[in-house]
Every structure is written in structure tokens, then in C-alpha cells.
């Protein structure tokens, strides 16, 4: 398997505009976690799903912020519209289940917003 | 919250030397994980150690729990400059909640 594959891995955009980011999750892998990463706050758990089912979304930071998974092979989370403050990593990562089980992460895409 | 602090938040050592970084955590845990994340990278599993368990190794790698304490240590023996990364520990509480991740400790290795 290739593992928990990110796209893209890099993006550079402008306030105000849509920011798309795409995960496809390990075969079998029944949880799918979105976690983003800053210096400041570290690793924060912004969403997970449970067979394709979004079950805690309270990490979310705004509206503006919104994740699908309409199958069990991808998932996505938007940011519309972006801000400078957006301006983080976000990783895709997946289990066998949310709790008590190792967590594969993605690479990550790395969003800078100017 | 359940989220795990690690100590110290940056560790220098030598080539060889042992590397002990710690992990707190407030809430009654069913285990405890650790990972660890290279420069641009995603994180990577080291090791899990469940509740009941008090110490386990793998490779040049010891982790210990002490529940009553609400505290583990990662022990990375005879260092090696490729150990260089971030070093995470996860908390994951009781039911089925997810891995609540800590701000980790950079170290780095020197050769």
C-alpha cells in the first residue's frame, strides 16, 4: 500500500480565495482523521470520520472550514474563503479505528496564505 | 483536556548519548502513544504501551508509564544523528475517542 496519500503537497494562495485539500486513506482504514499543524498550537484534531461519517467536527475553527468523505477511499477539506491565518500544515491521517489504534499519517500539504 | 505536554520542548546531545524526553497527561488514559516526525514530514508510529502495561522496548527504544503519576518517558539509547526529529506523545482517553497529540519535544543529535 502507499500509504495515506495528500494532495497537494504544497500550496501558495491568495486571501480570499478556495483552498481545496484531498486525501486518499489506507484500504481498510475505517477512521479518517484531518489534524493541522502550527508552531503556536501544535497538532489540533480539526475533524474525523467513522465509516465516511463525520463524527466530531468540534475542532473545526469556522465556518469557513468544511470536510467530506463521500466514499471510503477520499476525503476532502475546504477552506472558502482563505486567510493569512489559515497558513498551516494539514495532515490527512487514518486507522482501523478512532480510538486505541496506531495512526498513519499523510505527508501533509502545506498551505501558505499571502 | 486529555492532551499530552512533553518535556523538555528541545533536547541538544551528543552522538551516543541516551535521549529521555517526557510526556504528562490529566485524564485516565486506555493507552499512550508516541511518534515521531522528521523535518517536513508526516508523523510516524514509534510505539504504543497499553494502561496496564508499565514499560516496553523496541529496538534502541524504551518507553515507561506510570499511571498513578499520569506520566511516561521515551528513553532513545546510543543516539544517532538520523534520530533527529520531533518526538510526539498521544493520549487517547476512555470510549472511543480519538489520539489528542502533545506540542512535542524537537531533538536534535549532534554527530
Known amino acids: 500500500d502507499a500509504g495515506v496519500i495528500q494532495s497537494p503537497r504544497h500550496e501558495v494562495t491568495e486571501m480570499g480565495q478556495e483552498v481545496t485539500l484531498r486525501c486518499k486513506p489506507i484500504s481498510g482504514h475505517n477512521s479518517l482523521f484531518w489534524y493541522r499543524q502550527t508552531m503556536m498550537r501544535g497538532l489540533e484534531l480539526l475533524i474525523y470520520f467513522n465509516n465516511n461519517v463525520p463524527i466530531d467536527d468540534s475542532g473545526m475553527p469556522e465556518d469557513r472550514f468544511s470536510a467530506k468523505m463521500p466514499n471510503a477511499s477520499f476525503s476532502t477539506l475546504k477552506i472558502q474563503p482563505s486567510e493569512p491565518r489559515d497558513s498551516a500544515v494539514y495532515f490527512c491521517a487514518g486507522s482501523e479505528s478512532a480510538s486505541g489504534n496506531t495512526i498513519y499519517f499523510g505527508e501533509g500539504s502545506w498551505l501558505t496564505v499571502v | 483536556s486529555q492532551q499530552g505536554e512533553e518535556d523538555p520542548q528541545a533536547l541538544s546531545i551528543q552522538e551516543g548519548e541516551n535521549a529521555t524526553m517526557n510526556c504528562s497527561y490529566k485524564t485516565s488514559i486506555n493507552n499512550l502513544q508516541w511518534y515521531r516526525q522528521n523535518s517536513g514530514r508526516g508523523l510516524v508510529h514509534l510505539i504504543l504501551i497499553r494502561s496496564n502495561e508499565r514499560e516496553k522496548h523496541s529496538g534502541r527504544l524504551r518507553v515507561t508509564l506510570d499511571t498513578s503519576k499520569k506520566s511516561s518517558s521515551l528513553l532513545i539509547t546510543a543516539s544517532r544523528a538520523a534520530d533527529t526529529a520531533s518526538y510526539f506523545c498521544?493520549?487517547?482517553?476512555?470510549?472511543?475517542?480519538?489520539?489528542?497529540f502533545g506540542k512535542g519535544t524537537r531533538l536534535s543529535v549532534i554527530a
Open positions: 498521544a493520549t487517547d482517553g476512555s470510549g472511543n475517542t480519538p489520539l489528542v
